[in-house]
């Protein structure tokens, strides 16, 4: 461990913007185009939804596997670092495989590792920024920075070159993650966050906890459509690669600006309302992509929503876990919301997505599916008290 004062340093949250840069940029080369990549290694709608729910599962493994260690060592940073090596060299295998199967195990084992990146991260920058939802944001807004840059460059050179161009890009990412994380410094633990004999599952049988997580898991199954087949659909809809990028990086931009509102909007609407508003217009969303997508309009203002369907949701939702399970299992709490929302919503909405889409044939009715989860999100939201979910 390193002093409290290097940890809370302006180096260290500069270099914690760096990590969020590359791990979101990582991910703004693959969910838009891992559809495309495969598509052009030849493999139908459905084995690319089938991919994308077997890799996806390993964000239900990964997390919880990590962060019980984390907590258990206090060595958040070591953990971090590890996974970030893992994953580039287990991405390096991609480069040499190409059946359905040895693809699937090699993405596979890169989501194991790489899912020890984000849950802490997400902990080192917390403690580092003393729990301040504003200045949170304003080291995680680099990542949709990241996720916009990535998404640009890909999109442009698919254009220019191939569909294999995702996976050259990633690696020079992940390469680059990984010597990011060797200049992290990590906070001492506090005797506050020592283990008080208390046990998680008291936690997470709280009633509050099953809601929230249920509402998370449905939210993450209405991106099922979106994550796995936005880039194919416009690319159906006549727009090209680099057309297809400006897309989702005008998407992640607006999120850009709402991650700097993020912690006043918190404070003062509360995580309750700031989620259910954001759920509603996630609904919103996907309405439009289900009846209206042929016009380019009603694709830019889908992709403005996205600062609420995952940039307000996701930082009133990490908000939520810091301050519910507080410091004692503070990695493991972030584990169990990237395992389950992210892991099994994820894993079924990719897979749901992948029977009902059929070449792009049911494009409609799974957006209009992905609707009405989102709505049923809110709901589940809704019917949480207000005074349990703290500011």
């Excluded at 840069?21 to 080369?29: D, E, H, M, R």
């Excluded at 998370?216 to 659909?233: D, E, N, V």
């Excluded at 609707?371 to 349990?388: C, D, E, M, Q």
Aim: charged content about 10%.
């Amino acid at each position: 461990m390193v002093s409290t004062q290097a940890a809370f340093s302006r180096a260290n949250l500069v270099m914690l913007s760096l990590t969020f840069f590359l791990y979101f940029g990582q991910l703004g080369v693959l969910v838009p185009y891992l559809g495309v990549f495969l598509d052009g290694r030849g493999f139908s709608s459905e084995e690319i939804g089938e991919l994308f729910a077997l890799i996806t599962l390993m964000r239900i493994i990964g997390p919880n596997l990590f962060a019980s260690f984390a907590d258990r060592t206090g060595k958040s940073l070591r953990i971090l670092q590890f996974g970030a090596f893992l994953t580039f060299a287990t991405f390096c295998s991609i480069f040499w495989l190409n059946s359905f199967w040895g693809l699937t195990l090699a993405f596979g084992l890169m989501m194991l590792f790489f899912t020890a990146i984000a849950p802490q991260t997400e902990v080192i920058t917390l403690s580092s920024v003393r729990g301040d939802a504003t200045k949170y944001s304003h080291v995680r807004l680099w990542g949709s920075v990241g996720f916009i840059v990535l998404t640009v460059l890909a999109g442009k050179l698919i254009d220019v070159f191939s569909s294999e161009a995702p996976i050259y890009i990633s690696g020079a990412v992940l390469l680059s993650l990984f010597l990011i994380t060797l200049g992290l410094k990590e906070a001492s633990t506090s005797e506050n966050d020592q283990a008080s004999g208390q046990s998680i599952w008291g936690k997470v049988r709280n009633n509050v906890f099953i809601v929230f997580i249920l509402s998370s898991i449905c939210i993450q199954i209405s991106f099922g459509p979106y994550y796995s087949f936005f880039a194919l659909y416009a690319r159906d809809l006549n727009y090209s690669g680099q057309e297809t990028g400006g897309l989702i990086a005008l998407g992640v931009a607006a999120e850009v600006i709402i991650f700097l509102l993020a912690g006043k909007l918190i404070s003062r609407f509360g995580i309750k309302w700031t989620l259910l508003i954001s759920m509603l217009l996630t609904a919103l969303r996907w309405y439009l992509l289900a009846i209206a997508a042929q016009y380019w309009p009603t694709l830019v203002i889908s992709q403005l929503l996205h600062a609420f369907s995952f940039g307000l949701i996701h930082a009133a939702s990490i908000n939520f876990i810091h301050h519910f399970f507080g410091g004692q299992f503070r990695s493991q709490g972030q584990a169990l919301y990237t395992s389950i929302g992210f892991g099994i919503g994820g894993a079924a909405g990719n897979y749901g997505a992948g029977l009902i889409w059929q070449q792009g044939q049911g494009a409609e009715f799974a957006f209009t599916l992905a609707t009405g989860f989102a709505l049923l999100s809110a709901v589940l939201v809704a019917s949480i008290p207000s005074r349990l979910m703290s500011k």
